[in-house]
């Protein structure tokens, strides 16, 4: 079992920065796949970004590519998520999302092999 809880969304303004946190307990915390999800009002959720359990292995959707950044610390049973250059469009709530049993080098966007889930972080972006 892994419990995942998402902080650091907020208010911020087009061209600036946030950073997100998925703190993680459970044992398998280390042995996931770790992914970034996201849901804009009235659209599907989409993938964001994925991280594998070693942080070698890094997949990114080609819309925050070079914007965004995964990264995760096993020790502290956390993910982050920068974010920069941030957009209107990016507006949306932010899940993160985990992976566990699949293999050191699973990564994927799709969210029906993402086994765990937390509760969102909203992220608003003004123009």
Do not use: H
């Amino acid at each position: 079992q892994v419990q995942l809880v998402e902080s650091g969304g907020g208010l911020v303004q087009a061209g600036g920065s946030l950073r997100l946190s998925c703190a993680a307990s459970g044992r398998t915390f280390s042995n996931s796949t770790i992914a970034w999800f996201r849901q804009a009002a009235g659209k599907e959720r989409e993938f964001v970004t994925a991280i594998t359990w070693s942080g070698t292995i890094t997949y990114y959707a080609d819309s925050v590519k070079g914007r965004f950044t995964i990264s995760r610390d096993n020790a502290k049973n956390t993910v982050y998520l920068q974010m920069n250059s941030l957009k209107p469009v990016d507006t949306a709530v932010y899940y993160c999302a985990a992976s566990t049993g699949k293999g050191r080098t699973f990564v994927t966007p799709l969210a029906a092999l993402y086994d765990y889930w937390g509760q969102g972080t909203q992220v608003t972006v003004s123009s």
